[in-house]
C-alpha cells in the first residue's frame, strides 16, 4: 500500500493524525513525479465527508512534486479502539504538457483500453497526544504534529491556571489556522508562477506577493503571543 509507482511516488505511505476530540486534525502527503512526462493525480477516500483534501487533484510537472493538506474534521467521538477503516486512493496517469492543472478533463481518470492509471492506496491511522508517560516506545510517528511539540505543549501547561491554558489554546488554533492559510497561498503562488512561467510571461501579481507577506508576519505575531502567554516555570 502506498509507496512508489512507475508515474508518481507518495510520501508518507500512510497517513497519520493527532487525533482530538472536537478539533480538526492534518495531515501533508506529498507527490512525487518520477517520470518525464505531465502526471495529473487525484485523490479519494472512502469517506468523503469526513476529510478535505486540498488539491484532490492536480498536475505535477516532470521531476516536480506536489504537497497535498489533508484534514479531518473535528469528531464528537472517539472511534472504536482508536482503529480506522478508512483508506484513500490516489490515481495517477500521464497527459499532455498544455492540460491546464485548473481544468483537468473529466474523463482523465477513466480506465479505457489504451490509457494507463496508476492506483496507489493509503490507509489512515489514528494517534492520541502522550500523557507524558515514561514510556516512549508506544508512541508512533506522528503526521502533523510531532511528539516533541505535544511533549513541550504539555509542560508549557503544566502549572497554568485554566484561564491561561484557554487563552493559549485559543492562540494556537488561530495560529493553526494562519499555517494553514500561509500554506495555501503558497500553493497558490506557486500555480500562478507555473502558468505565468508556461504563458513566458516573467509578471508576478504583486497583490498575491503583498498579502502572502501579511500572513506571514500575522503567523510571527500570532507565535509571539503564543510564547508571551505561556505560564512562568514554577
Known sequence: MGGSGTLISVYPEELTFLFELEKPCYCNLKVVNNSEHHVAFKVKTTSPRKYFVRPNASIVQPWDSCTITITLQAQKDYP????????????????????????????????EADKVIEEMKLK??????????????????????????????????????????????????????????????????????????????????????????????????LMSLIFSSAPADA
Not at 480506522?84 to 482523465?108: G, H, N, R, W, Y
Not at 494562519?178 to 503558497?186: E, K
Request: hydrophobic letters at 35%; one cysteine or more; aromatic letters at 6%.
Open 80 to 111: 472504536p479502539d482508536m482503529q480506522c477503516k478508512d483508506k484513500f486512493l490516489i490515481q495517477s496517469t500521464k497527459v499532455a504538457a498544455s492540460t491546464d492543472m485548473d481544468e483537468i478533463p473529466p474523463d482523465t481518470f477513466n480506465k
Open 124 to 221: 489512515v491511522v489514528y494517534t492520541l497526544p502522550s500523557c507524558g508517560g515514561s514510556d516512549d516506545s508506544s508512541v508512533s510517528s506522528l503526521g502533523s504534529r510531532s511528539f516533541k511539540a505535544a511533549s513541550d505543549d504539555l509542560m508549557m501547561l503544566k502549572n497554568a491556571s485554566l484561564e491561561e491554558i484557554q487563552t493559549i489554546q485559543r492562540l494556537k488554533e488561530e495560529r493553526d489556522n494562519m499555517l494553514q492559510q500561509n500554506q495555501q497561498m503558497q500553493r497558490e503562488l506557486d500555480v500562478l508562477r507555473r502558468r505565468r512561467s508556461r504563458k513566458g510571461d516573467a509578471g508576478f501579481s504583486l497583490t498575491f506577493a503583498a498579502f502572502a507577506g501579511l500572513i506571514g508576519l500575522m503567523v510571527g505575531l
